[in-house]
């Protein structure tokens, strides 16, 4: 025990003695817990000092080689911190989910028994909750960074670091984007398993990339099966056994083939839900028909995506909401949806906060509870006496947590401006590539550049990386006839999607096809040439749902338009016209779902499922500063009569 410790424990003793019976002294542990519920609660800051941006991360690699250094080395201290830390990345990552303790002395609520973290979901505090851990990981992750920094014992080396360390923020990953320089969606730099790094004292060092997994001191905190088992967190495991280990290759097609899809789903969010409530999260009784998805929606299918499983093996821990937070993908996914939330709130200045029931309860959050944008984002405190964050505290993200991202760097970060942004990066015509920005960063000298990170060959030789889809081809690069509507509008068709959010007991996925899949194994379904795209529906296996609602409906959508664009283009279709599509849907609409367990399933037995088709158009945007405008939709029902899980279905 450390002297500061003891004489702490020695002080609880003797007032324990004065005031308790001899036969019921604490012991030492139960000391400390007396001690921290009295200490100050942890004060939630953000990185002090100025504003810089969140980079993304391949261009935090490009660009900036030395926070890029800094990245991976500040990262493998901060996992290495003792799991009884409270502010250890174990003990952070640990307030999503599992374990189920208290954090920073916020104790579990009287009705909230069974419950998996703190964390919000199908809730409306998703998005400012969520800013709010990300600005706690951040601020103890950089300062696992400055002391990184300043460890270099070359004098040149040291001073260039703590340069590159006085600007660095955590990286975000932009999943939606074109990837740059024509590599894959899911960056080499975060799925190759070792990497070749400059250490402090000048030496070049192979270590296991932490960008890669995190390694567990201990894993019988984690409650479910098989992650008490596996002791490095894994996408795509190998198998349900403690040997397991990653298979990157599949993550690397997954997100290759449903990479347009997920740009097509953020700039339909960004065109359609102007309305906070909606935007929000993914709960069905916050949607509409024309804005059916959600920021929630879109992140839950990244979370399955990235962690995989099969019929015979668990998904990955990205996979579960209780085991995902231990992923270091994680952190870089969700500073992409913090992005978004940015983004998203520049265009929509007016729309900010809403108030909804709770469908289930979290450690602190009670079912059933009214949840506004004055509710306490638990455990998340703003100062050292217990005042908690709340949505509207942290609206301006970077007057409160010191961060910003490159597009409003780089601009007025007015509407226009973000617009602008939006339709360069997610437009049908996108060309802008992940990471770019209007300026680029001012580049080092070569002279003050550590040398670079280096990404060990790989004992077998990688995929190539998997071309874009057929049935994805730009929109610029199709064909114009039959593509607009006689006023000049543009045709817009789009799937939505109603299911159970724990019917299944466990994350599952919905997948949209233009024809059959070439294969009915559930597994390839993710990487069939004729997928059009998927949702992912977020969850965990072995719930406690004593004070849960059984019932959520959650909803989710997915746009056909590029696909059947790409009918256009290959003479498949006459014109986008309605009365040409819909008999067109109608026959070559199909979808399947994979369940928890890797298994098909029949959409029949899903409770509230339903899968219903809208046509609208959007008006042609007059510049790169506005987005399109979409007409009250119609809802077509022909296209899913009759078929299993479709809005009409039992119709005669």
Request: hydrophobic letters at 40%; a negative charge.
């Amino acid at each position: 025990m450390r002297a500061s410790t003891f004489l702490l424990y020695l002080t609880t003793l003797i007032q324990c003695i004065i005031a308790t019976p001899i036969t019921n002294l604490p012991n030492e542990d139960e000391a400390l817990d007396i001690l921290q519920g009295r200490a100050a609660t942890f004060a939630i800051t953000g990185v002090p000092g100025n504003v810089y941006p969140r980079l993304e991360v391949r261009q935090m690699y490009s660009q900036q080689p030395n926070q890029f250094t800094l990245l991976l080395l500040g990262l493998q201290q901060f996992m290495a911190q003792s799991q009884a830390n409270q502010l250890s990345y174990y003990q952070i990552a640990g307030i999503h989910g599992v374990p189920r303790v208290n954090w920073d002395g916020v104790a579990q609520c009287s009705a909230c028994s069974g419950t998996d973290g703190y964390c919000t979901h199908n809730s409306v505090l998703f998005p400012a909750w969520h800013r709010a851990y990300l600005a706690l990981f951040e601020q103890e992750f950089m300062a696992a960074v400055n002391t990184i920094a300043a460890s270099f014992t070359n004098a040149a080396q040291k001073s260039a670091m703590q340069a590159a360390a006085a600007t660095m923020r955590f990286p975000y990953w932009d999943w939606a984007a074109i990837p740059p320089s024509g590599g894959p969606n899911l960056p080499a730099i975060v799925s190759n398993k070792y990497v070749n790094v400059t250490n402090p004292n000048g030496a070049v060092t192979q270590i296991i990339n932490p960008l890669f997994r995190h390694d567990f001191t201990s894993t019988s905190d984690l409650v479910y099966s098989p992650f008490v088992f596996w002791n490095v967190t894994l996408r795509y495991p190998s198998s349900n056994d403690p040997t397991a280990f990653s298979v990157e290759a599949n993550a690397t097609s997954a997100f290759n083939n449903i990479r347009t899809s997920l740009q097509d789903q953020i700039y339909q969010m960004f065109s359609t839900c102007t309305d906070y409530l909606h935007f929000s999260n993914d709960d069905a009784g916050s949607s509409t028909t024309t804005c059916s998805n959600s920021l929630e929606a879109i992140h839950n299918t990244v979370h399955d995506v990235a962690g995989g499983g099969t019929s015979t093996i668990s998904g990955g821990h990205m996979t579960y909401l209780s085991e995902a937070a231990f992923d270091p993908i994680f952190w870089l996914h969700h500073m992409n949806v913090d992005r978004f939330f940015a983004l998203w709130q520049a265009i929509n200045p007016n729309s900010y906060g809403a108030s909804q029931v709770a469908s289930g309860a979290t450690w602190t959050i009670a079912q059933g509870s009214t949840q506004n944008s004055n509710s306490p984002l638990t455990p998340f405190h703003r100062d050292t006496t217990g005042d908690f964050w709340t949505t509207n505290l942290v609206r301006n993200w970077s007057t409160t947590f010191h961060y910003t991202y490159p597009e409003f760097a780089d601009s007025n970060g007015s509407p226009a401006a973000i617009n602008s942004y939006i339709n360069k990066l997610y437009g049908p015509s996108a060309t802008a590539t992940a990471g770019s920005s209007k300026r680029s960063a001012a580049p080092l000298d070569t002279a003050d550049i550590v040398p670079r990170a280096a990404f060990a060959e790989p004992t077998a030789a990688p995929a190539a990386p998997a071309p874009e889809p057929e049935s994805a081809p730009m929109l610029s690069e199709r064909a114009a006839n039959g593509r607009l509507a006689s006023n000049g509008s543009s045709y817009q068709y789009v799937a939505n999607i109603r299911t159970s959010r724990y019917s299944l007991d466990g994350s599952y996925n919905i997948y949209l096809f233009l024809g059959n899949p070439v294969s009915e194994n559930p597994a390839s379904w993710v990487i069939d040439r004729n997928l059009v795209g998927t949702q992912g529906i977020f969850s965990q296996p072995g719930m406690d749902m004593t004070n849960m609602d059984p019932n959520v409906v959650v909803s989710g959508s997915i746009p056909l338009t590029r696909a059947l664009t790409a009918k256009l283009s290959g003479g498949l279709l006459g014109s986008l016209a309605e009365a040409v599509v819909t008999p067109f849907l109608a026959q070559a609409l199909e979808w399947r779902i994979q369940g928890p367990d890797g298994a098909a399933v029949d959409p029949n037995t899903i409770p509230s499922f339903e899968v219903s088709v809208i046509a609208s158009t959007s008006t042609q945007p007059a510049s790169e500063a506005e987005l399109p405008v979409w007409s009250v939709p119609t809802v077509l029902e022909s296209v899913t009569h009759g078929k299993a899980g479709g809005l009409n279905a039992s119709a005669s």
